[in-house]
């Protein structure tokens, strides 16, 4: 039936948040995913063209769930009605850190429209008539979903978050997929002491410096601040990677990407909607549009939208060197967009030869699998290049026959195949069992169930792969423990990304070294080769460059790794993640650092990896976390 929302008619089956998903290498939690919207027509030619008044919050719906992937802590939504009687409500919204909370918030707003209709039964007949009735029946949305990187898990910390005036050109809404390291200087530049939430929140610092130039702007032209003067004023002082979107009281709007291009960040626009998001495929698919429609917001770079609705991309600051985040690639987004899949499923193959290397090129003999399902597409790449392998020494053998074949030899060979198995099935049933007691590595053991008779006991080998491995914990607890009850001759675990070395503060929650399974294993190396006095030399140069203030200036624990061959590492690694019950062979093989620039080669923000940060806040939350371990403080490097 016309106007009925799309979610009351799916099924939703979230995971609980603490345990949504366990990978090989321990969890890594999604981005944030931002979703805008602004509405080009009259609701009444919506109404006439789609049989809805309710078009923009469908699409806002599909915006988000198909977004979901980024964000399960919680989500939000806000919205700005155009042309509003003074007096009136003009800016709602609404916000959920349900288990599912997508699907709570427009829930919320479909039983918002009901009771609505128990008394005017017609009302989505009438769209001047539900505007005015319903909260979030505005002509710009914003849409947000939340993974905590700080703060607590407190439907408070989700986006958007408002700042309210009794002038509508001084109401702000704001969100964003971001992480900002120098949050103490925002808020001292506006000169505002944070209270305890605000201490917790990247969000806040930036709301307060952004609003301080709206209002210097609104200042100067009333009612019609300068958008993009204020972009140019404020952005500049935020050191991180960012995309973030803000809606003003007046109807303008605005879409930002940082400089380097750090953090993903894609626009629509046609005669009806103007239309931004943080996935290129969620637009081309709530839109039904072609991959060229789409448009990436260049870095450095703001989309403006004007309160009558025209839009036009302008840029902001001086674009730098893109560092686009890999991990988008590997990982983060989702696979759907065709490029995305290409690129792992050539992380993949390139992963293939040492595979082969590993496993002395004994196909007959080796099962190939993948866990968790986010590596299927690279496991099918590192697949392609097994066959290619295969293929190549098929063509030899008959080749070098010549004419001494028959129907039986030449079917045998033709018919050899790359083995591949299912070889763990998720249990989702046991999740909501899992505890964060002593018993977790126990309960987390059996989140997946091996398939038993897949592998020949003491006869093949088992490679699986997984999209990256963090710390090793659930490898070292669960995962290789329960590969073991298959009896292989040998494990091999495949990363198709490489070494995770290095903390994040551009969106991941990753800022602890010592959670590093690299950095135990380089720790260990030197303990072994009593050169473990490195570390107190590095933590004297840091408190040093801290004293003087220059902390960001250069990355120490690059001094770390650099005694060390990856090779040295990924062995050691296998030794870390082998528990000591477990005597069959475990071998690591990762992604390096070449083959994953020719797999995904516009997205080189490799920090993870390399160390080499973007920005100087890179180095300083690098060295910070490296403080933190060696001083014994469990906390964050920010």
């Known amino acids: 039936m016309a106007g009925i929302f799309v979610v009351q008619s799916i099924t939703f089956a979230a995971p609980p948040t603490r345990y949504r998903q366990y990978n090989m290498s321990d969890e890594i939690k999604h981005e944030c995913g931002l979703a805008f919207i602004r509405l080009r027509k009259p609701f009444s030619y919506y109404q006439q063209q789609y049989g809805s008044v309710m078009y923009g919050l469908n699409k806002m719906y599909l915006l988000m769930e198909k977004q979901h992937n980024r964000g399960q802590d919680g989500a939000g939504i806000a919205a700005v009605k155009l042309n509003v009687e003074p007096g009136y409500p003009f800016l709602h919204r609404l916000r959920s850190n349900a288990s599912q909370p997508i699907a709570d918030i427009f829930v919320q707003i479909g039983q918002e429209i009901d009771e609505i209709e128990k008394y005017q039964q017609d009302i989505k007949s009438y769209p001047g008539l539900m505007k005015g009735h319903v909260r979030f029946l505005g002509e710009l949305l914003l849409g947000h979903l939340?993974?905590?990187?700080?703060?607590?898990?407190?439907?408070?910390?989700?986006?958007?978050?408002?700042?309210?005036?009794?002038?509508?050109?001084?109401?702000?809404?704001?969100?964003?997929?971001?992480?900002?390291?120098?949050?103490?200087?925002?808020?001292?530049?506006?000169?505002?002491?944070?209270?305890?939430?605000?201490?917790?929140?990247?969000?806040?610092?930036?709301?307060?410096?952004?609003?301080?130039?709206?209002?210097?702007?609104?200042?100067?032209?009333?009612?019609?601040?300068?958008?993009?003067?204020?972009?140019?004023?404020?952005?500049?002082?935020?050191?991180?990677?960012?995309?973030?979107?803000?809606?003003?009281?007046?109807?303008?709007?605005?879409?930002?990407?940082?400089?380097?291009?750090?953090?993903?960040?894609?626009?629509?626009?046609?005669?009806?909607?103007?239309?931004?998001?943080?996935?290129?495929?969620?637009?081309?698919?709530?839109?039904?549009?072609?991959?060229?429609?789409?448009?990436?917001?260049?870095?450095?770079?703001?989309?403006?939208?004007?309160?009558?609705?025209?839009?036009?991309?302008?840029?902001?600051?001086?674009?730098?060197?893109?560092?686009?985040?890999?991990?988008?690639?590997?990982?983060?987004?989702?696979?759907?967009?065709?490029?995305?899949?290409?690129?792992?499923?050539?992380?993949?193959?390139?992963?293939?030869?040492?595979?082969?290397?590993?496993?002395?090129?004994?196909?007959?003999?080796?099962?190939?699998?993948?866990?968790?399902?986010?590596?299927?597409?690279?496991?099918?790449?590192?697949?392609?290049?097994?066959?290619?392998?295969?293929?190549?020494?098929?063509?030899?053998?008959?080749?070098?026959?010549?004419?001494?074949?028959?129907?039986?030899?030449?079917?045998?060979?033709?018919?050899?195949?790359?083995?591949?198995?299912?070889?763990?099935?998720?249990?989702?049933?046991?999740?909501?069992?899992?505890?964060?007691?002593?018993?977790?590595?126990?309960?987390?053991?059996?989140?997946?169930?091996?398939?038993?008779?897949?592998?020949?006991?003491?006869?093949?080998?088992?490679?699986?792969?997984?999209?990256?491995i963090v710390r090793g914990t659930t490898l070292r607890e669960s995962i290789v423990r329960m590969l073991a009850r298959l009896k292989p001759t040998r494990i091999i675990i495949v990363s198709s990304a490489p070494q995770i070395r290095y903390p994040d503060c551009y969106g991941i929650d990753m800022s602890k070294m010592g959670d590093f399974i690299a950095f135990q294993a380089a720790i260990a190396l030197l303990h072994e080769r009593g050169e473990s006095g490195l570390l107190q030399e590095m933590l004297e140069q840091c408190i040093d460059l801290q004293r003087s203030n220059m902390l960001h200036t250069e990355n120490v624990v690059r001094r770390l790794y650099k005694p060390f061959t990856p090779e040295e590492i990924s062995q050691k690694i296998s030794t870390l993640i082998t528990p000591d019950d477990v005597h069959i062979p475990v071998d690591v093989i990762y992604q390096t650092i070449e083959t994953l620039h020719m797999a995904c080669p516009t997205n080189t923000g490799d920090w993870y990896f390399t160390g080499n940060y973007p920005t100087p806040g890179g180095n300083k939350v690098c060295n910070k976390a490296f403080m933190n371990y060696m001083e014994g403080k469990n906390v964050r490097g920010y």
């Not at 302008?314 to 990982?331: D, H, L, M, N, W």
Request: glycine fraction near 6%.
């Open 146 to 468: 939340r993974y905590g990187t700080q703060g607590k898990n407190d439907v408070e910390f989700c986006h958007p978050f408002v700042k309210r005036a009794t002038i509508p050109s001084r109401n702000l809404a704001l969100a964003g997929n971001f992480n900002l390291v120098n949050t103490e200087e925002l808020f001292s530049l506006v000169n505002l002491e944070p209270g305890p939430f605000q201490k917790q929140s990247d969000l806040a610092a930036m709301m307060e410096v952004l609003h301080h130039f709206l209002v210097k702007a609104d200042e100067a032209t009333p009612g019609n601040p300068d958008i993009a003067a204020v972009l140019k004023k404020a952005v500049p002082l935020f050191d991180g990677g960012f995309n973030f979107s803000g809606l003003i009281g007046n109807g303008s709007a605005f879409v930002m990407r940082d400089a380097h291009g750090i953090r993903p960040s894609y626009y629509y626009i046609n005669n009806e909607v103007i239309v931004a998001a943080s996935e290129r495929a969620a637009i081309r698919t709530a839109f039904n549009v072609g991959e060229n429609e789409v448009k990436e917001l260049m870095p450095g770079c703001a989309l403006l939208v004007d309160s009558a609705g025209e839009a036009k991309v302008e840029q902001v600051i001086e674009p730098k060197e893109r560092r686009a985040c890999s991990f988008e690639r590997i990982y983060f987004s989702r696979g759907s967009d065709e490029k995305i899949y290409k690129e792992r499923n050539a992380l993949g193959y390139y992963l293939s030869e040492p595979v082969l290397k590993a496993i002395n090129h004994d196909l007959k003999n080796t099962i190939f699998s993948f866990i968790p399902n986010t590596a299927e597409t690279a496991f099918y790449g590192m697949l392609k290049g097994a066959e290619d392998y295969l293929t190549k020494v098929k063509i030899e053998k008959i080749m070098s026959w010549g004419k001494d074949f028959d129907e039986e030899k030449l079917t045998e060979m033709v018919s050899r195949k790359v083995r591949i198995e299912k070889i763990a099935i998720k249990d989702v049933k046991l999740r909501t069992f899992i505890t964060a007691d002593t018993s977790r590595n126990e309960m987390v053991q059996h989140v997946y169930d091996v398939t038993y008779g897949t592998v020949r006991p003491n006869q093949d080998a088992l490679v699986v792969i997984d999209d990256s």
